[in-house]
């Protein structure tokens, strides 16, 4: 009898795992396939590897700008790939060492929930029955296939798959232009191949503010990318991509297709239908605490549907092992960075103006350049960068910051802590940023709502 279960070893599971052995909790974690999931293996660490190659790749033809003279740079996709997958094992093989530590027991292998009753939940896995007293589900997400005639074509590739190529294809058509395709396209329009990117919306990014999306796509279309918005794909056919926009039917060259428009919640297969908990729209529905409708189960990450980042798993993990420990917590989704990494990267925590009035608030906002910092001119040449900082007008809180430029995934965390803390205009006014730093920007732009 264990304490505790976790069905999935990814962001969600080895994060809880870990703090619920740490807490002194018997902690038996099943995985299917690898520790660390689609984010470790097939998904956030992979494609971020791909990404600062390309961008080293790029600034290497580049640097004669910064007086740097360099001859016969090149990309070596082999070289790079095994680096990916060297940094993959290596982040894999701690995590298991820090369950071992953390006392966690594994097991690899599918599992399959058999009941649940008097407060017991049974479960078996590579050929074992396991029974505990809590149940915490992290079964993660799957990518999401168009339903369109010639999709299940061997050049037709996920994120899964296509970060298994072997060449640079000479064209490429993503479908989908969330933060995944946006980070493939920019990819592949720096290592050489021709990009078109089809998306149903008029906007790229999803939901990141409208202005900065602007600004991202205008950034990639200077790398050569070409964008097709509200455009529905209708068929991919011999290395080609069909869409509908504006009544007419165009089609652009593909030899391979990245299939990017999003990812479903994995509910299926594993026995859920068995407790009873509810369902919406196929994900899990849980509440501020990660709590189900089912005393003694809790569900985290993807599985849930409510905010499919890594780094919100991450946070969903500790406040179910606390509130199983009888301790006060709960996430603040609007406190949740998000980050495009494409070059240059686009970075939000909060609400955009529009959402903070759907909300009630009287939002005021100030919008600045990045060249108005030194330190950004100094180090980047062409790129045309911006943010944006949403604040309440009662009560002067800070209610949102989104970012285009550069490396602002690294500066998004202090926004994050501020939107965190509640604080007002004021409060941020009264903190030193060091100078000169990029993160100045952040000072600058508060300091112009007053």
Not at 17 to 31: D, N, P, V
Not at 401 to 412: D, P, Y
Not at 424 to 448: G, M, N
Request: charged share 20%; with cysteine.
């Amino acid at each position: 009898m264990y304490d505790l279960i976790i069905l999935g070893g990814g962001p969600a599971g080895h994060v809880a795992a870990e703090h619920a052995g740490k807490a002194g909790l018997s902690t038996l974690l099943i995985e299917k396939n690898h520790l660390g999931g689609v984010c470790l293996n097939e998904g956030c660490i992979p494609s971020k590897t791909l990404l600062h190659c390309v961008k080293l790749f790029t600034q290497a033809k580049a640097s004669e700008t910064f007086g740097v003279r360099t001859t016969g740079a090149s990309f070596d996709l082999a070289a790079v790939m095994a680096r990916k997958r060297k940094i993959v094992e290596t982040l894999r093989n701690g995590i298991a060492h820090t369950l071992s530590k953390s006392k966690v027991e594994t097991v690899s292998g599918s599992a399959m929930i058999r009941e649940s009753g008097n407060g017991v939940f049974k479960v078996s896995a590579a050929g074992r029955d396991f029974e505990a007293q809590r149940l915490l589900i992290c079964t993660g997400s799957e990518a999401i296939r168009l339903a369109v005639p010639g999709a299940q074509q061997e050049f037709v590739m996920t994120n899964r798959e296509i970060l298994s190529i072997t060449s640079i294809p000479a064209t490429i058509t993503v479908i989908g232009a969330g933060a995944i395709g946006l980070e493939f396209a920019s990819f592949f329009a720096e290592a050489g191949s021709g990009v078109s990117v089809v998306e149903l919306l008029p906007t790229v990014g999803g939901r990141i503010d409208k202005d900065i999306a602007n600004g991202l796509r205008r950034e990639l279309e200077k790398k050569g990318i070409a964008f097709y918005v509200q455009s529905t794909v209708t068929a991919i056919g011999d290395r080609s991509v069909s869409f509908d926009a504006d009544g007419k039917t165009t089609s652009v060259p593909a030899n391979a297709v990245l299939m990017s428009v999003g990812r479903k919640p994995a509910i299926t297969g594993f026995g859920l239908e068995t407790l009873g908990v509810s369902v919406d729209k196929g994900a899990i529905v849980t509440d501020e605490r990660c709590r189900t409708t089912v005393q003694g189960v809790w569900a985290a990450g993807d599985v849930n549907g409510v905010s499919m980042l890594a780094h919100t798993a991450f946070r969903e993990a500790r406040v179910c092992i606390d509130d199983m420990l009888g301790k006060q917590a709960h996430v603040n989704y609007d406190a949740i960075p998000s980050v495009i990494y494409t070059h240059p990267e686009a970075a939000a925590v909060g609400l955009t103006r529009d959402e903070a009035a759907a909300r009630g608030f009287t939002p005021v906002e100030a919008r600045l350049p990045l060249t108005f910092n030194g330190r950004y001119l100094a180090e980047t040449e062409g790129e045309r960068g911006a943010i944006r900082v949403v604040a309440d007008a009662n009560g002067r809180r800070l209610l949102g910051v989104h970012m285009l430029g550069g490396n602002c995934s690294e500066l998004i965390f202090g926004a994050a802590a501020m939107i965190e803390r509640g604080l007002t205009v004021e409060d941020v006014s009264k903190i030193v940023f060091p100078h000169p730093t990029i993160s100045e920007i952040l000072w600058d732009a508060v300091a112009r709502l007053g």
